[in-house]
């Protein structure tokens, strides 16, 4: 397929710094005022690309994730054009739901598949079309956007679908994961690149899913250094939540099914004697109301509920906080997931507790900004919490390396820099095709 023409940028976006003008369209089921990992990574990665002087428009859902009802401002319309930090974004009705019931969730992600397409005529013709995975069935519309519209397509990864759903216990049907495996092959045979969020999904897809490596890109979960950096104590939201003079672990993000969050509530019942230490949920997800009702039946006065912030308050509950709480279940898919909510705690100088193994466990090991334990044992994540409450000295050191691990790997500007020269590379066939953008500006 021929490459589409370039396309110019508006005239107040800024100059490209690498002298390439690209038009991307981003496709994702979340993004913000959404919370959580995914609306983090579109909406930095838009905002980054239009600062490396790329056009850049959003095609995304009327927000409801993660409480399964449509934000306020958003009801009753089938779509909805804005400007959001000076990137247009495009947003389509789903069916909301915060289910983890097979069918609710289908229902919500196949709307966003068909309603999607009601961005056709306002996206223009694109350069690239970006899909975030999951949900699988999303790259569907992008595939037919992309070849619709003359344009290239990426096919990121932030989870390996349908393995994650098969090892959830979410779907059983053999039929139904084997037409989900076929769907899977297909798409990652007519992507123009299959993008991965993490160095395991990206082995995973070479080996096991044999993508031509060719083909590969790695684009991991980055954080913003300036929002996120050491800060002094916030008093008043310490005053706010009466937690003056108290070691806190904060955990921050999607209260969900993949995080085994009880392990967080059998902690806090093997601390209940240092009255010091306080735990501190803070987000919203399906699992919420069962968590407060365990924390209740149990008189866990040590553990605290608060709500979801934007991203842009989270460093005030950073600067309290002695530690960050970030677990996962002991499953195979998880072994190579990088729990973005860790970035943002490791840049504002915060030790990572990290319950969980594979690649998370070996980039804080080897960084030394943190303490790995075991999944789902509550012993050691207790041992853990309360050696960090009392050595002061080295939460700081973890700390300070962790926020040094932030600068040097995991900055968004080096991330999409580093995304976008494999993209260019000729050594990639047809991952070098960005090259053809900055030579059709030559005379």
Sequence with gaps: ?????????AHDLPHDELGQTVKFVLLTQYYPPEVGGAPVLLSSLATELRRQGHDVRVICTL???????????????????????????????????????????????????????????WMSKPDVVFIDSPPLFLALTALFLARAKGARWIMNISDLWPDAVAEGGFVHSPILLGIARRLEAFLYKHADFVSAVTEGIVQTLA??????RSKLLFLPIGVDTDLFQPRPVDQPLLRAYNLTNKSIFVYAGILGHAQGLSLLLEAADALRHRQDIALVLVGDGPEKAQLKAERDQKGLSNVIFADPVPLTEMPRWWSVARGALVTL???????????????????????VIFSGRGEMARILSDAQAGVVVPPGQPTPLAESIIRLADDGALARKLGENGR?????????????????????SPSNSPTGFLATYSGASQP
């Excluded at 080996?207 to 031509?212: G, M």
């Excluded at 995304?419 to 260019?424: C, S």
Aim: hydrophobic share 35%; glycine share 6%.
């Design 1 to 9: 397929m021929p490459l589409p023409n370039r396309f110019p940028l």
């Design 63 to 121: 927000p409801s994730y993660p409480t399964g009802r449509i934000f306020d401002g958003y009801t009753r319309r089938a779509s909805v054009q804005e400007v959001r930090e000076g990137i247009p974004v495009f947003r389509s009705w789903a069916y909301p739901s915060q289910s983890a019931e097979f069918f609710p969730r289908l229902a919500n992600y196949f709307t966003f598949c068909l309603t999607s397409l009601l961005a056709y005529r």
């Design 207 to 212: 080996e096991e899913k044999t993508v031509p």
């Design 329 to 351: 279940k002991d499953q195979a898919v998880h072994q190579s997931a990088r729990p973005s909510k860790s970035l943002p705690a490791l840049a504002s100088g915060v030790p």
């Design 404 to 424: 040094r691990l932030c600068e040097t790997d995991f900055g968004w500007r080096g991330v999409v820099q580093r995304w976008l020269e494999e993209m260019r």
